[in-house]
């Protein structure tokens, strides 16, 4: 392993982005518009805002969300079936931007989906949100 990569390679990958302003309310799901750059069959997208694993494995799934002048203080989270993986990323000023990265142990049919917290958010406009999603084993 080299800074987390296996020395083949990663086994499959998943890039996706969001363009144009949205607000996402609290428990709602941040939607990536985009079509995916996909390599492998391990990740897909089933639609703008779910990912399906496809194989049994460890994945890493890492975001961008860049939030509007106006947002208010929420925070994002990465949730597999519905539920919460590893930090919750909470935005302290409006504006910036959240990122994290959380590694995990999935199962064949898991979805994926990075899910807002505490109160809506508000994307800035243009390129707002980023997501990679790696099976690293």
């Keep these: 392993y080299v800074a987390g990569i296996p020395a083949g390679g990663l086994a499959a990958i998943l890039f996706d982005y969001n363009n144009g302003t949205i607000v996402v309310g609290v428990g709602g799901a941040v939607a990536f518009n985009q079509a995916p750059l996909i390599v492998g069959t391990a990740i897909s997208k089933t639609d703008s805002t779910t990912f ?8 890493r799934v890492s975001y961008t969300v860049r939030t509007a002048l106006l947002s208010l203080l929420g925070s ?60 690293i084993q």
């Design 52 to 59: 399906a694993l496809n194989h049994d494995g460890v994945y």
């Design 76 to 135: 994002v989270q990465v949730q597999v079936n519905g539920g919460g993986v590893g930090p919750t990323a909470p935005l302290l000023i409006a504006g910036t931007s959240l990122s994290d990265q959380v590694t995990f142990p999935a199962n064949t049919g898991d979805t994926v989906q990075l899910v807002v917290g505490g109160v809506a958010l508000t994307l800035a406009a243009g390129d707002n949100a980023t997501i990679n999603i790696d099976k």
